[in-house]
């Protein structure tokens, strides 16, 4: 489980990914946007020097950055800070889209991603017991992210930036957790004796 939570940057990545949304809401709560945005800036240009440092993904490091700028933007352009935290609710709307749509399509979106990076079997769905774990893996998934998707709507309606950071960053969190952990099972499950199914 560690192993491969170090393959999502570890404990360390996951606290620059974090920094930057955590500098803007401290300090637009004590000195205004324009400081918090300031503020952004340095913390996600570090964040991104640290992780390039680190030799992690380049084009992850670069896409950290890349979403701090647009965020910051959309909340310079509104001048409200709440406004931050509006780009990143794209992404639990994709993938509550994303998990419903490959449920219905009976290829859960968890084993498209995991299974390439697990060593599993290329028609996993016949697998029975990797169909299983990749279903479970995905309905999770879903949960998690409508709920996240439902706390940001309410807070942000209710104007709440620092309870929308503890969302962001529990979120970013849940989900490196629930990948490293359907990563570890899966990878078990495609070395157990194998249990065709005749459903495609």
Known sequence: ????????????????????????VIIEAVAGLTPALIGLTVTAMTACAIRLARR?????AVAGLVVAAVCAGVAAV???????FLP???????????????????????GLIVNPLSGGPRRWHTHRGLRRLYTASTLVGLGLAGL?????????????????????????????????????????????????????
């Open 1 to 24: 489980m560690d192993g491969t939570l170090q393959r999502l940057g570890g404990p360390l990545g996951l606290a620059c990914a974090a920094a930057p949304t955590i500098a803007f």
């Open 56 to 60: 992690e993904s380049p084009g992850a």
């Open 78 to 84: 509104t001048g409200e800070a709440r406004d931050f």
């Open 88 to 110: 990143a609710m794209v992404v639990p709307v994709l993938f509550v889209l994303a998990y419903s749509g490959s449920l219905l399509a009976r290829r859960p979106l968890m």
């Open 148 to 200: 996240t998707l439902s706390a940001r709507i309410l807070l942000y309606l209710a104007d709440q930036p620092a309870a929308l950071a503890v969302v962001q960053v529990v979120s970013t969190t849940s989900f490196a957790v629930h990948f490293a952990l359907t990563l570890v099972l899966a990878r078990r499950s495609a070395g157990a004796p194998v249990q065709a199914i005749t459903a495609t």
